[in-house]
Nanobody
């Protein structure tokens, strides 16, 4: 079993920055990819960014280079640096881990609120 613990969410003003963290722990597993998804009120969950074991990263088109995903393999931790935040970035951000044998795990989410 794998546990994912997200942190770093909170209230920030438009134009501000936040850094989310997601630490994975538990039974032995090989990570294929870790990523961040978000779900705003009344909307479906959407992919924000993913980073693969190879180091390859993919981002949602709507980000326009405002967010950066990174990973510390030694700590099994993935980060999401979010800059130039907008009110429309307000959502619960979820961490997702995919193993090489296609098991998927989700964190419980961390709330990001962008408001003045």
């Amino acid at each position: 079993q794998v546990q994912l613990v997200e942190s770093g969410g909170g209230l920030v003003q438009p134009g501000g920055s936040l850094r989310l963290s997601c630490a994975a722990s538990g039974s032995r597993f090989r990570i294929n990819a870790m990523g961040w998804y978000r779900q705003a009120p009344g909307k479906e969950r959407e992919m924000v960014a993913r980073i693969f074991d190879s180091g390859t990263t993919i981002y949602a088109d709507f980000l326009k280079d405002r967010f950066t995903i990174s990973r510390d393999n030694a700590k099994n931790t993935v980060y999401l640096q979010m800059n130039s935040l907008k009110p429309e970035d307000t959502a619960v951000y979820y961490c997702k881990l995919t193993t090489y044998n296609n098991l998927i795990y989700w964190g419980k989410g961390t709330l990001v609120t962008v408001s003045s």
